[in-house]
């Protein structure tokens, strides 16, 4: 009796700890889009870790309401809780799964359960807080992606999954959705002796007790977050809005580049007339083997 009682708890307790994520996605499909990212991380170079809090507005704009929000984060980025704008808490569950297209791509997935439905062309915020490391999937077959966290070259992209992503780990699921279309703002606070790039305007910048906060907005409606951050120098023409985030040593390197961004600005402004809505453009320097 007592070899039966103790297989049944054995049993019982597979059952209780059994991934609770089907890996059938490609059946899936992805309709919510992303129409506000509201981004907030801190960097902590002594441990390692990032600590983030993020706000998603997500519309739905299917016929049918909507009661889960997937998300995608690198594999040791873990959840800390998920919340509606009141803080009220939206229940959640995580677990660690390959993409079913791609067996060595593996992401924490992530499930937030909506006490209430997103009906049809409604929108709603959440409150995501995560935090851990990163370390890229260059070893896992995806060369480039090399993000990690160090002092001497930092990156934080859609590509590395630094931050929650709407999705399901399924390649084609993803892909047939087509690309989100939002507006960010994004803070990001690392060592003052450190500076945050990124291809928005650059609305803020403060330190406190040795920590610098950068926050970013998008110049126009965007579909991916890139947040490198080195030592970098910066070489400008504040008149047509041109910045190069550039490697101490690459100073000169970077000035004749803007003087050929100028160039081709008044190339182009010569053939086709000056621009209608040209906010101005951006240059990240990173070290070979990190881009695409």
Excluded at 206 to 219: F, R, V
């Amino acid at each position: 009796m007592y070899k039966k009682i103790g297989s049944f708890l054995f049993i019982f307790i597979l059952i209780l700890t059994y991934p609770v994520f089907s890996q059938q996605f490609f059946s899936k499909t992805l309709s919510l889009k992303t129409t506000r990212y509201e981004l907030d991380v801190k960097v902590d170079y002594k441990a390692e870790k990032i600590f983030g809090c993020c706000r998603l507005t997500l519309h739905n704009p299917s016929d049918e309401a909507i009661s889960e929000i997937p998300l995608l984060l690198f594999r040791l980025l873990k959840v800390k809780a998920i919340t509606d704008e009141q803080g009220a808490a939206i229940p959640y569950q995580q677990n660690v799964l390959s993409f079913e297209d791609w067996e060595q791509l593996q992401v924490n997935y992530v499930e937030a359960r909506l006490p209430n439905p997103l009906e049809s062309n409604q929108s709603k915020t959440i409150v995501i807080h995560y935090e851990g490391f990163l370390f890229g999937y260059a070893k896992d077959g995806w060369g480039y992606v090399k993000d990690h966290i160090d002092k001497e070259f930092t990156f934080m992209r859609m590509d590395g999954y630094g931050y929650p992503i709407v999705g399901y780990p399924s390649y084609k699921v993803n892909r047939r959705s087509g690309l989100q279309n939002y507006d960010y703002t994004l803070s990001v606070t690392v060592p003052e002796d450190l500076v945050v790039a990124n291809g928005g305007k650059l609305a803020g910048k403060s330190t406190i007790d040795g920590q610098t906060t950068y926050t970013y907005k998008n110049l126009k409606p965007a579909w991916r977050l890139d947040m490198p951050i080195a030592p970098y120098g910066i070489v400008e023409d504040k008149h047509n809005n041109l910045k190069i985030f550039h490697f101490p040593k690459d100073k000169d390197n970077a000035s004749m580049i803007l003087k050929a961004m100028n160039t081709v600005l008044q190339l182009f402004t010569n053939w086709f007339g000056p621009a209608d809505d040209f906010q101005g453009f951006a240059i990240i320097e990173v070290p070979e083997g990190y881009g695409s």
